[in-house]
């Protein structure tokens, strides 16, 4: 993640809105500043591209009133005027949609990124801490791309948040906020060589 500059240039919501969707790559908005977003390697997308795979799998499997999304969505934050694009997020039943417009939501229930070391402090620390003013934000997981090590944060009640952390390929993560596990060996499949 690049931190926020010293740029004067300050963008509107709208004006923001309007140039990402004509964007070649993606940026987070954070207070009127626009802060590119690394592209990913193959290794994330994988890892990232297993994890909503097992989630949907999931949902499927036991008729889950859940929804799942992929980087393509933005989440809103409002205290802070904050549009970030989560590597995966589950949604419970219907999405709140800002302002109507189908690509951003208000009101994730679990929110996954994948870090790379470049990223992890970032995403464990002030994201993580952005992501918390939501509501309706009940479960974090935050996936180490270099080894099988996922850190899950649990809202346990009001702003109070448990964390833990899960390691090694036969171990699972139980998800509270859907009521199942997703097995850490789904999740890291196929990306040993990459």
Do not use: C
């Amino acid at each position: 993640m690049t931190a926020v500059t010293d740029n004067p240039k300050r963008y509107t919501i709208e004006e923001y809105l309007e140039m990402e969707a004509l964007a070649r790559q993606k940026h987070h908005f954070i207070n009127g500043q626009l802060i590119p977003m690394p592209g990913g390697t193959l290794k994330h997308n994988t890892i990232a591209s297993n994890i909503i795979t097992a989630l949907n799998n999931l949902i499927r499997r036991h008729n889950l009133p859940y929804l799942v999304s992929n980087s393509d969505t933005k989440i809103w934050i409002p205290d802070i005027q904050t549009f970030y694009y989560p590597d995966a997020v589950v949604l419970f039943e219907h999405p709140d949609y800002f302002q109507g417009r189908k690509d951003v939501v208000m009101n994730p229930l679990l929110i996954v990124e994948v870090a790379s070391g470049s990223t992890e402090n970032y995403d464990r620390g002030q994201k993580f801490m952005d992501y918390a003013l939501l509501p309706t934000f009940q479960e974090y997981l935050m996936v180490v791309q270099d080894k099988p090590l996922v850190r899950i944060s649990r809202r346990s009640s009001g702003n109070l948040w448990h964390m833990e952390s899960t390691e090694g390929m036969d171990e699972h993560i139980p998800l509270h906020s859907i009521g199942y596990a997703i097995a850490m060996s789904d999740i890291y499949y196929r990306t040993e060589h990459l």
